[in-house]
């Protein structure tokens, strides 16, 4: 993932306008932009049904906070030691409960944990946080160093993952230490294990959890010893549900099987995969009927394929429309956020109208049909943006 966003980067448009002309009318989106602050790295990665962005903007020294937008203006969070902190999922239910990941004051012991894919360095140990009624508390880990907060449901429910005590048996290169998928529940005070997928053709010993629906349904990946988190970590697609976990399928490789995204009720979920040719594309899931994309045989899943031959695509957002979102990006290296609605992906950048940015990646999407994300506003200057549908 930290490649594709390099590659997008370097082909930055350059330009400024935050108006639009009466042409425009009869586009389907209209896009602001957000106030950082200070620094020239922002995006953002949830909205909720209120309206309200998360995400994580840069200070003018560089270090990094995570990030909540509201009418009045940006919100930051500091980190409960070292420099840095970020919103790096969705990270927001609907009450206003927030959670991501701090840097704390301990030297980090694992250069290629999660955090150095979303913070700017990694020398500091991370774990993952809850930010509710302006107070941060730290969550748990199983009794390892790290941990990484990824999303909360309407209950009160956070799920993500963390480092355990036990080295994993998979790891043969180095010693590293096991790393599990965990629902920490709010209202109980339980730290819950999540276990790797076993019904494959070999046990998985890895796992950890992207988003959960207020079903209680918890989606994420499974697999190998590899960096946290990712690649061959995620050789399973799966979803934790009434205490069991299932594989959801794959595009018929065996890496990056990641969901993203699952709708609150549960039926939709989104994410990405490696094709047989090595190509990440975007994919949904779900066991209705009523969508139009083609399933794989066997399976719940369908390719949503990517904007142009030979490019690459991610979905990092669902709602229960079925209106997805994501990032697309051509062989040449040009990145830009996507809409899938109606079996069609389209390019975001098409359907604002004279913005004169480039629309990087579209990272969530509510129940309105609002989408945020990144834009590049200057060569290596990135700000949040909210799309809003005109109608």
Known sequence: MRKVAGACAAL?????????????EDKEYKVRLLRSLGGTSSRGNGINDRGVVTG??????????????QERGPIPIAPLGGRHSAIAW?????????VGLTQTDEPQSRPDW???AFLPSNEYAC???????????????????NG??????????????????????????RPKPQFLAVLWDLNTGQTIELPPYQGGDRPNSTSAATDISDEGHVVGISGDCDQAVGRASARNAVMWKDGMVTDLG????????????????????????????????????????DFA??????????????????????????NERGQVVGTACRPDGYCRGFLWENGKMKDLEKLVGNFKFQLLNAMDINSRGEITGRAVVAPNVFEVFVATPRD
């Open 114 to 116: 999660s955090c150095g």
């Open 127 to 145: 774990v993952g946080f809850v930010w509710e009624q302006r107070q941060m508390t730290a969550l748990p880990t199983l009794g390892g160093q």
């Open 56 to 69: 994580f903007s840069n200070l003018p020294s560089g270090d990094r906070r995570a990030a909540i937008w």
């Open 12 to 24: 930055a448009i350059v330009g400024y306008s935050a108006a639009f002309k009466a042409s425009d």
């Open 148 to 173: 990484f907060a990824a999303s909360a449901n309407n209950r009160r429910q956070v799920v993500g993952w963390t480092e355990t005590t036990t080295l994993d048996p998979s790891c043969t290169e």
């Open 250 to 289: 794959d595009l018929g490789a065996d890496t990056w099987n990641t969901p993203t995204a699952i709708t609150p009720t549960g039926d939709i979920v989104v994410g990405f995969a490696n094709t047989p040719q090595g190509i990440t594309h975007a994919w949904l899931w779900t066991e209705r009927d």
């Open 90 to 98: 969705s990270g927001m239910n609907n009450s206003g409960l927030v």
């Open 293 to 318: 994309c083609p399933k794989r045989p066997n399976t719940n899943i369908c390719d949503l394929g990517t904007l142009e031959d030979g490019g690459s695509a991610q979905a990092w957002g669902v």
